[in-house]
């Protein structure tokens, strides 16, 4: 059986980008993670011990955010994914969106945004 913990919108003031002004002056990033697992015995047993703890992913989450500049929302999204796939035991997949807000594109738009999916093989 395949179940779902999902993070939505962890919002973090972070300083990538590929510009200079952006990486100094930093932005506000959103990232969203889905964590495919099978929790049912955790259910079962109301035990945090048999399942993703997301307060530990959170964390992970906001050290990695912070560890390193990167140019691209990419590069960030898919180091997301590579280290929590790696970190956290029990994880068959996982889809990590990385939103990027006040975009220096010379137009409005909300955000831009990358994703990735990886499977734990």
């Known amino acids: ?19 200079e002004e952006e990486q100094n002056i930093g932005g506000k990033f959103e990232a969203d993670v889905d ?17 993703i703890d997301y307060n530990k992913v959170y964390k992970f989450i906001n050290k990695l955010v912070h560890s390193k500049k990167f140019k691209l929302i990419e590069t960030l999204a898919c180091e997301l994914a590579d280290e929590i796939i790696k970190n956290f035991p029990g994880i068959e997949k996982i889809a990590v969106r990385v939103r990027k807000h006040h975009v220096p594109v010379g137009g409005v738009l909300d955000y831009v945004e990358a994703e990735v999916i990886k499977h734990n093989d």
């Open 1 to 19: 059986m395949t179940n779902i913990i999902r993070i939505k919108n962890a919002a973090f003031y972070a300083y990538h980008g590929a510009l």
């Open 35 to 51: 964590i495919y697992t099978n929790f049912t015995s955790a259910a079962e047993h109301d035990d945090l011990n048999k399942t």
